[in-house]
T-cell receptor
Framework: AQSVTQLDSQVPVFEEAPVELRCNYSSSVSVYLFWYVQYPNQGLQLLLKYLSGSTLVKGINGFEAEFNKSQTSFHLRKPSVHISDTAEYFCAVSFQGGSEKLVFGKGTKLTVNP | DGGITQSPKYLFRKEGQNVTLSCEQNLNHDAMYWYRQDPGQGLRLIYYSQIVNDFQKGDIAEGYSVSREKKESFPLTVTSAQKNPTAFYLC???????????????FGEGSRLTVL
């Protein structure tokens, strides 16, 4: 079955600390991978995406993610977070050759404390 | 500025009433989507449309209806048959379907529906 799992529903960190938000997927076909961010009471905006090529992808606001095919993971990282990074982060996967839908994880709420 | 406009931002409804949420885009995108967001549930797909006058059910279409009479517009009606309609509704569009080379979705700012 094709699925997306975000392992942590909430991640609290202190300002300037590094953070990793985890995303794993299950698929027997090729995938496209995305991370979106949602600030309170707003829509989602794209942080970064992996379609092909280099497995290390850099996005906006200093975030990056690494595609690991053998571990079926696409974890999001930032070396030093700011208060303004407090938001909910969603991993999403497009399964190629199958259903024409983007499947979202349930989200990880990142809270950056001073 | 190109983007997606959803209205109203907040909406209150009495039980038994139908309500229509508006979604307009000026990005010239072919595909449009409606998602429902509940706390801790992520985003669940209600309906999507690839082209004008054509749309498909998503994972939770029961109690909802849509139309796509114009490329830029994709309104969602929450009917009285929807048993638990209180939620945050997000409209999105994309150049093509997620299986296409782009796959990126552009989202509106959402409409929060509360049933009293």
């Amino acid at each position: 079955a094709q699925s997306v799992t975000q392992l942590d529903s909430q991640v609290p960190v202190f300002e300037e600390a590094p953070v990793e938000l985890r995303c794993n997927y299950s698929s027997s076909v090729s995938v496209y991978l995305f991370w979106y961010v949602q600030y309170p009471n707003q829509g989602l905006q794209l942080l970064l995406k992996y379609l092909s090529g280099s497995t290390l992808v850099k996005g906006i606001n200093g975030f990056e993610a690494e595609f690991n095919k053998s571990q079926t993971s696409f974890h999001l990282r930032k070396p030093s977070v700011h208060i303004s990074d407090t938001a909910e982060y969603f991993c999403a996967v497009s399964f190629q050759g199958g259903s024409e839908k983007l499947v979202f994880g349930k989200g990880t709420k990142l809270t950056v404390n001073p | 500025d190109g983007g997606i406009t959803q209205s109203p931002k907040y909406l209150f409804r009495k039980e038994g009433q139908n309500v229509t949420l508006s979604c307009e885009q000026n990005l010239n995108h072919d595909a449009m989507y409606w998602y429902r967001q509940d706390p801790g549930q992520g985003l669940r797909l209600i309906y999507y449309s690839q082209i004008v006058n054509d749309f498909q059910k998503g994972d939770i279409a029961e109690g909802y209806s849509v139309s796509r009479e114009k490329k830029e517009s994709f309104p969602l009606t929450v009917t009285s048959a929807q048993k638990n309609p209180t939620a945050f509704y997000l409209c999105a569009s994309s150049i093509d379907l997620p299986t296409g080379a782009s796959g990126e979705l552009f989202f509106g700012e959402g409409s929060r529906l509360t049933v009293l």
